[in-house]
């Protein structure tokens, strides 16, 4: 009888069980590289038994951040923080996941306990954080009151597909 309990196989991963621990963003990265908070946010989903523990929404370009407390994985240097991760996470029998992603036109928001509003001059004075020009398909606010994305070129789209080839290849 299979149930949540019960392993499966995926294209050659297996997994110890059917439970996975959706990506979360944490806010707590500095210039994109993962610390201790994320050791202990994603080491406890191992040690609780999980079977695939996903890493958060980790931008493949600095400006695909929507926060300046994302996790990145645009630039070699950040590839250690996250393998002693994944490699604990394997280490207690949990398979190491990542969602890697691009924030488009939600790019430059504050982080959740400082508003989840744009960036703007108020963060260079608190926190020495500047605001940044979002791209995204189109010029369309992500909301009202939010500045408009600057509209992607074909050079901006072959750009952000490469940083996602890019940094697919340091997650592996
Ligand atoms: C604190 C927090 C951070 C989240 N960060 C992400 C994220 O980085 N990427 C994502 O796709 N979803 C994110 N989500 C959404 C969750 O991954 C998940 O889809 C959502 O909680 C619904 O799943 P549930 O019905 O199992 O709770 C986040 C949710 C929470 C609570």
Not at 93 to 109: D, N
Not at 130 to 143: E, K, L
Not at 160 to 167: Q, R
Request: net charge negative; aromatic share 8%; hydrophobic share 40%.
């Amino acid at each position: 009888m299979t149930t949540l309990l019960s392993a499966f196989t995926l294209r050659g991963v297996t997994f110890k069980n059917r439970i996975a621990i959706s990506p979360m963003s944490q806010y707590r990265a500095v210039d994109g590289y993962a610390n201790e908070w994320h050791r202990v946010h994603l080491g406890r989903f191992a040690l609780g038994g999980a079977g695939l523990v996903y890493a958060e929404a980790t931008a493949v370009e600095t400006d695909g951040r929507r926060t300046h407390g994302d996790l990145g994985l645009w630039e070699d240097g950040q590839i250690d923080g996250l393998k002693q991760i994944a490699t604990f996470l394997s280490q207690e029998g949990a398979v190491p996941g990542i969602q890697l992603g691009h924030a488009g036109r939600k790019a430059s928001e504050r982080r959740p306990w400082h508003g989840e509003t744009p960036v703007d001059d108020e963060d260079v004075a608190a926190r020495g954080e500047a605001p940044w020009t979002a791209i995204a398909p189109s010029p369309i606010p992500y909301a009202d009151g939010w500045p408009a994305p600057s509209e992607m070129t074909e050079s901006d789209i072959e750009r952000v597909i490469d940083s996602f080839g890019a940094a697919a290849r340091r997650s592996k």
